[in-house]
C-alpha cells in the first residue's frame, strides 16, 4: 500500500536534477535519434542511460567552451542519471514489444523532445496502458505486465 501512496504523491511535471544538465530539445534538434543516446540492450526491459563516453564520441569536438561539456570531459566513473520515468517494480514492463510494435518513445514519456529540462509526462497510470492496448488491439490480461503468484 505504502507503493501506491507514493506514487500518487508524484507530481505530474516531476523532474529532476541531473548530474550533467542535459537539454534533448538541442540534441532532438541535431537530429539525434533516441536511440543513438539510449539503446535497448537484451532483455529489452529497460533503455539505457548514457556513458560520459557516449557523450564525449560528439564532444569531443562540440561545444567544447560550455561549462556542462568541460565537467562531463573530465566527469570519472558512471554518471549516476536521476530516472524521472518509472513503473512499479511490481510490473513488468519491457521496452522491446512496445518498440517493435513501433510505439515512438513521446507516446509515453511525452514530447521529451521539445524539453530543455526532462520532465516525467505524469505517472504511470494503468488506465493509460490499458487504454493504449484496447487501441493497438494488444492484450489486456493481467499476467501480461503483473506478477501474479
Known sequence: MKTIALLLAIPIAWAAEQPVPFGHKTHAAAAIKC??????????RAMTLPAAS????CHATIATDKSAIQKLAKW?????????????AFVFWSHRPHLKA??????CHGAVAEMDVTTAAGPMKMAK????????????ECAACHDLN
Open 102 to 107: 513501433g510505439l515512438k518513445c513521446e507516446a
Open 129 to 140: 496502458c490499458v487504454d493504449c492496448h484496447r487501441e493497438k488491439k494488444a492484450t489486456v
Open 76 to 88: 570519472e566513473g558512471p554518471i549516476v542519471w536521476v530516472r524521472v520515468a518509472t513503473v512499479p
Open 54 to 57: 557516449k557523450c564525449m564520441t
Open 35 to 44: 536511440q543513438d543516446c539510449h539503446p535497448n540492450p537484451d532483455p529489452g
